[in-house]
């Protein structure tokens, strides 16, 4: 390691153990006599200044972005549970320093696989945005991109015979278990149409930047007409690594820092009207802070009553198969789809604590709860297809191949504070697209298909 990796190492150490202590004071300052079983840890510490100082080596644009999400996740995490224990009461009196070692453990590996993958393999330039073969108008592609997301609330407006979301109502305990239209589970195929809009965009003409704005706001609202914001941050994710991958700088702090604040008001705003309206009944630290960051805290409840393979009936491997296959293929195997899927964290958890579905852990806490330290060996393998799925980003060459794996990239953040099976699922449902755009692409005037660089120059071993 020469003297500038040496700094470089040291500096990003520092940055992550910095933020974290940034976190413990703002929790001291909000939240007097903490309980000792509430602090963060200086275990926790450790191992996320040495988990940061590894991904000082990470040289992909979207890889650099992986730790940074789970770190958020863990900081944002630690000032929720706190605050939920002052808002609610012993209830939250959860084992907090324990969830945070294992969580913290489980990021050093995570860091540690970034690192191995992202050293491996051919390493191109992604290209950028005019670089990017456009997809054209009149192709049944882009006719799909227009219909879909009207078909798609169409059906879901003839099931339900409302819009959720405009009822002035609370909705919260009608979301999961609402029998939406038949199209709703190909939801984010929404976020794929939302990218192509936002890629026309940038060179439309006046009147066609109305037209597309318009159609990004229809979809934008589409992906949130029930209350549910798992589309559209799906979306958000897939913006942020679209934009990453197709801007010629490199650097990773200004588009985040975009993106945060997008994501904390709209997160909010949605919470606040599918409450009826009713987000706080006043202003104090822990009802404010206890809002976001609700699925960290359930993992340290989890944590703190249970142990690795208590729950009955649960299975992490076995419901990401069930999300993933086909109900037929899977028929045939001998296996039944929804009893695989009903095998999942958010289904299990509720049963358990007779909460209902949609309690949701995210990716760690998930492997944590079947496996224990244990599962710190499916890490690496996650590991490596989330840089597999990175690298498909940046080496695309196409608005569609890049706004595809762009949307995968998206499902990928969201697994750290979503369900397993329904990001396999989602996953699923981007590579039935994917066949089908390149099916229609076999019918595309061949002269169309010779990808060029910016310099004019031909580009070989790229991805569409």
Request: some cysteine.
């Amino acid at each position: 390691m020469n003297k500038n990796a040496a700094k470089r190492f040291l500096s990003y150490g520092a940055c992550y153990a910095f933020a974290i202590l940034l976190v413990d004071v703002l929790i001291d300052l909000l939240f007097s006599y903490r309980r000792a079983e509430l602090d963060i840890g200086w275990i926790s510490y450790l191992l996320w200044a040495l988990a940061g100082a590894l991904n000082s080596e990470v040289k992909g644009r979207l890889a650099r972005l992986l730790l940074p999400v789970s770190a958020a996740v863990f900081l944002v995490g630690n000032l929720n549970s706190v605050a939920s224990y002052f808002h609610y009461g012993n209830y939250y009196l959860v084992d907090l320093k324990s969830a945070n070692t294992i969580y913290s453990l489980y990021a050093l590996v995570f860091s540690v696989s970034i690192r191995f993958f992202d050293s491996r393999g051919v390493r191109a330039v992604p290209a950028d945005y005019n670089a990017l073969r456009k997809e054209r108008v009149d192709t049944i592609f882009f006719i799909f991109v227009v219909a879909f997301p009207a078909l798609w609330i169409a059906d879901e407006l003839y099931a339900l015979r409302r819009i959720p979301l405009l009822s002035g109502q609370s909705i919260v305990d009608d979301i999961y278990t609402t029998e939406y239209g038949r199209l709703y589970g190909y939801g984010v195929l929404l976020a794929v149409c939302a990218l192509v809009y936002m890629a026309k965009l940038r060179d439309a003409s006046r009147s066609l930047k109305f037209i597309y704005g318009a159609l990004l706001l229809f979809v934008a609202f589409a992906m949130v007409f029930d209350g549910r914001r798992v589309f559209l941050l799906i979306f958000l994710g897939a913006a942020l690594s679209y934009h990453m991958v197709s801007s010629t700088s490199y650097s990773l702090l200004r588009p985040v820092l975009k993106i945060v604040p997008v994501v904390l008001l709209v997160y909010v705003a949605i919470l606040y009207q599918r409450q009826g309206g009713e987000l706080i009944t006043h202003f104090d630290a822990a009802q404010v802070f206890s809002k976001v960051g609700v699925e960290y805290r359930d993992f340290a409840y989890l944590v703190t009553h249970l142990k690795p393979g208590d729950l009955d009936g649960y299975s992490w491997l076995l419901s990401s198969l069930g999300g993933f296959g086909n109900k037929y293929v899977l028929f045939f195997s001998g296996l039944n789809k929804s009893e695989l899927v009903f095998s999942g964290s958010a289904y299990q958890i509720g049963i358990a604590l007779n909460k209902g579905a949609g309690i949701r852990i995210g990716l760690f806490p998930e492997i944590w709860l079947q496996f224990g330290f244990l599962g710190l060996a499916f890490v690496p393998l996650v590991t490596g297809l989330f840089i597999w799925i990175s690298r498909r980003v940046e080496l695309s060459t196409s608005e569609v191949g890049r706004a595809i794996a762009a949307t995968a990239f998206g499902v990928a953040i969201l697994s750290f504070v979503g369900q397993s099976s329904a990001i396999t699922g989602y996953w699923s449902l981007l590579i039935y697209l994917y066949l089908a755009w390149r099916f229609l692409e076999l019918f595309r005037n061949p002269y169309e298909n010779k990808y060029t660089s910016r310099s004019g120059a031909p580009r070989y071993g790229a991805t569409q």
